[in-house]
């Protein structure tokens, strides 16, 4: 799987939007762009993912460059329950047999805070 | 709430002791994930089940086994602990693909302390 890098922390007041963003240079065609947040040591939580297009869902934006070498996670209205750690990972999707397999490889992430 | 279960939620135990965590998956999910988060190491994936075969290994110990259950529900056995063990234990479960099979759905994890 592709290394990523992203920086260590930001900050972000309340209400704006958070852009996180994540260098993947050495990322393969068949690679996807994964993000995972994790709120005070609870369980990752899976934000979005995305291939090549921009995708958007109810909790984030990602938009990835035409390249594929790098990306940004945005929080539209960035809220205190927002402050987390948000991890870029990049992986090759595996399939067989009716299920998909394969770790997810956790980096360092970016500390989030999000100000009042 | 992911829908995963795992117990205990916190275990205290000695050096050279065996323990085993439990996890359930979400209804459904055929997929068991575990890893392991420490300070030094940060998150780790261990290993993967899907309806009862293993089907990727990560960074698992020798000491440390795992294995699925015909109700799907997942063990973490670890033995012969050492001080280094202590570290947060996720479990997670994915879709099928016919669902949403991009997403891993964490469960809220062991704490494990090792003194």
């Known amino acids: 799987d592709a290394k990523t890098t992203q920086p260590t922390s930001m900050d972000c007041a309340e209400g704006r939007a958070a852009n996180l963003p994540c260098n993947h240079s050495?990322?393969?065609?068949?690679?996807?762009v994964y993000w995972y947040r994790q709120i005070h040591s609870q369980g990752p939580q899976y934000i979005i993912h995305?291939?090549?297009n921009n995708e958007t869902n109810e909790m984030a934006s990602l938009i990835i460059t035409e390249d594929r070498k790098s990306s940004t996670l945005i929080l539209p209205h960035a809220t205190l329950r927002d402050t987390a750690v948000y991890y870029c990972?990049?992986?090759?999707?595996?399939?067989?047999?009716?299920?998909?397999?394969?770790?997810?490889?956790f980096g360092q992430g970016t500390i989030l805070t999000v100000h009042p | 709430d992911s829908g995963v279960t795992q117990t205990p939620k916190h275990l205290i135990t000695a050096t050279g002791q065996r323990v085993t965590l439990r996890c359930s998956p979400r209804?459904?999910?055929?997929?068991v994930y575990w890893y392991q988060q420490s300070l030094d190491q940060g998150l780790q994936f261990l290993i993967q089940?899907?309806?009862?075969?293993?089907?990727a290994k990560g960074n698992i110990l020798e000491r440390f086994s795992a294995q699925q259950f015909p109700d799907l529900h997942s063990e973490l056995n670890l033995s012969s602990l050492e001080l280094g063990d202590s570290a947060l234990y996720f479990c997670?479960?994915?879709?099928?693909?016919?669902?949403?099979?991009?997403?891993?759905?964490f469960g809220p994890g062991t704490r494990l302390t090792v003194t």
């Open positions: 997670a479960s994915s879709p099928r693909l016919a669902g949403r099979p991009h997403e891993q759905y």
């Open positions: 050495t990322i393969s065609g068949n690679e996807y």
């Open positions: 995305g291939l090549k």
């Open positions: 990972i990049v992986r090759v999707f595996w399939e067989a047999g009716g299920t998909s397999y394969g770790k997810l490889t």
């Open positions: 209804s459904g999910d055929l997929s």
């Open positions: 089940y899907y309806n009862g075969e293993e089907r």
